[in-house]
Nanobody
Framework: QVQLMESGGGLVQPGGSLRLSCAADRIQFQIYVFDWYRQAPGKERELVATISTDGIVDYAKSVTARFTMSRDAAKKTVYLQMNSLKFEDTGVYYC????????????WGQGTQVTVSS
């Protein structure tokens, strides 16, 4: 009964790029705010970026100017374009959806692994 599914992770060299996708075709896409989180080994989960229902994005300081979050209503998919990747970007990336009508209604994906290594 998973509602979100991340994909696009993998192994990439420093300075490289990846595009993560979060498929949300099983929910009413337009009434959800979406977040990207990541968790590095041995560290707490951190918020990477948030996108509103109107497409306004807020980024963590560590990824501003390197990452771009977007949403496509026709495809019911949220994206995270990651450029100029660094070793410290390594971690499991998770998609989260939050209903604008019920703050307690949230969905998480299973996560996708991103490894930045030379």
């Amino acid at each position: 009964q998973v509602q979100l599914m991340e994909s696009g992770g993998g192994l990439v060299q420093p300075g490289g790029s990846l595009r993560l996708s979060c498929a949300a075709d099983r929910i009413q896409f337009q009434i959800y705010v979406f977040d990207w989180y990541r968790q590095a080994p041995g560290k707490e989960r951190e918020l990477v970026a948030t996108i509103s229902t109107d497409g306004i994005v807020d980024y963590a300081k560590s990824v501003t100017a390197r990452f771009t979050m977007s949403r496509d209503a026709a495809k019911k998919t949220v994206y995270l374009q990651m450029n100029s990747l660094k070793f410290e970007d390594t971690g499991v990336y998770y998609c989260n959806a939050r209903s604008i009508y019920d703050e307690g209604l949230k969905y998480w994906g299973q996560g996708t692994q991103v490894t930045v290594s030379s």
